[in-house]
């Protein structure tokens, strides 16, 4: 499996914005580069299931949840090993513990441990 690490969560006011960051690294990285997986970021908060906020596949192609379209772009960077979620117009409901997730096609491979974004005034 990849080691994923995430980065960049806080406390952050309703409008301001964050960006985290997920570095990815693992010895399998040298048989299956990072291009050829499809990257994503979940989040999920106290009480609820998580849920999928933004995906990017391994040619580039994106997708979004309704509630974060306009307001959150998912990139990577595929010679740093790493994937972004820029996040603008941060609301309360974005409150969430944000995991960053790895997959080959559909098979998961590989977690980050999640870093905590709070939005409050």
């Known amino acids: 499996q990849v080691q994923l690490v995430e980065s960049g969560g806080g406390l952050v006011q309703p409008g301001g914005s964050l960006r985290l960051s997920c570095a990815t690294s693992?010895?399998?990285?040298?048989?299956?580069?990072?291009?050829?997986?499809?990257m994503a970021w979940y989040r999920q908060a106290p009480g609820k299931q998580r849920e999928l906020v933004a995906g990017?596949?391994?040619?580039?192609?994106?997708t979004y949840v309704e509630s974060v379209r306009g307001r959150f772009t998912i990139s990577k960077d595929n010679d740093e090993n790493t994937v972004f979620l820029q996040m603008d117009s941060l609301k309360p409901e974005d409150t969430a513990v944000y995991y960053c997730?790895?997959?080959?096609?559909?098979?998961?491979?590989?977690w980050g441990q999640g870093t905590q974004v709070t939005v409050s005034s």
């Open positions: 997730n790895a997959k080959l096609g559909s098979h998961d491979e590989g």
């Open positions: 693992g010895a399998i990285l040298s048989l299956s580069p990072f291009r050829i997986y499809n």
């Open positions: 990017i596949s391994k040619s580039g192609s994106t």
